[in-house]
């Protein structure tokens, strides 16, 4: 049972293009984040929702819109690709209220924009 | 805000223990969490700690948390080939919105 899953798992596009990334987590957490990982492997927050609210938007381009149709899912929008968008961009999610708030990794989208 | 430092590589023989060092800047973060990277893979979270302790074990996994000097290790003992990964400390922030902070990683590489 795969609890964080993102399609695709790769997406090649050419610059100027709009693309979208897909999640889904069957945890029952409510609260889901996106993450952008670049070639150096440094891993940064984009977004975060909760409930399908918008609680973390981090200084990322207006080029990205997240949106959380519920608290299953949360895709990532990005128009106008750019060279440097290339990254593997992660989702996740946790519970938000009480315990260790454990956040658990989808496998990852690598995005390469030519 | 919250800055996390990790050393990059890591060399050890197969049986060895291996050690990850770690620190961090936020002194209002609550929970430290140790994940682990494979190759051409996601997140897989390892272990965690409460900031209230100093220490936790988890089977072959050892957590050591120095409070005061905002130093993070881990330690994983007899260490094998699947254990070869990238792993990153992440630090909660105490503010309520449950952002993690992520170290640059630590590549270990187990040499059979």
């Known amino acids: 049972d795969t609890a964080v899953s993102q399609t695709p798992k790769y997406l090649v596009t050419q610059m100027g293009n709009d693309k979208s990334i897909k999640c889904e987590q069957n945890?029952?957490?409510?609260?889901m984040y996106w993450y952008k990982q670049d070639s150096k492997k440094f891993l940064k927050i984009m977004f975060s929702?909760?409930?399908?609210?918008?609680?973390i938007n981090e200084t990322v381009p207006n080029r990205f819109s997240p949106k959380s149709p519920d608290k299953a899912h949360l895709n990532l929008h990005i128009n106008s690709l750019e060279l440097g968008d290339s990254a593997v961009y992660f989702c996740a999610s946790s519970q938000r209220a009480g315990g260790s708030y454990e956040q658990y990794f989808g496998p990852g989208t690598r995005l390469t924009v030519t | 805000g919250e800055d996390v430092e990790q050393s990059l590589f890591l060399s050890v023989r197969e049986g060895d223990s291996s050690v990850i060092n770690c620190t961090y800047t936020?002194?209002?973060?609550?929970?430290l969490y140790w994940y682990k990277q494979e190759p051409g893979a996601g997140l897989q979270l390892l272990t965690y700690i409460f900031s209230n302790m100093d220490m936790k074990q988890d089977q072959r996994l050892t957590v050591l948390l120095n409070k005061k000097d905002k130093h993070l290790s881990l330690r994983i003992a007899d260490t094998q080939t699947g254990d070869s990964a990238i792993y990153f400390c992440a630090e909660r922030s105490g503010y309520g919105n449950n952002r993690l902070a992520f170290g640059k990683g630590n590549q270990v590489v187990v040499i059979p």
């Open positions: 936020d002194s209002s973060s609550t929970y």
């Open positions: 929702y909760n409930n399908k609210e918008l609680i």
């Open positions: 945890l029952g957490h409510d609260t």
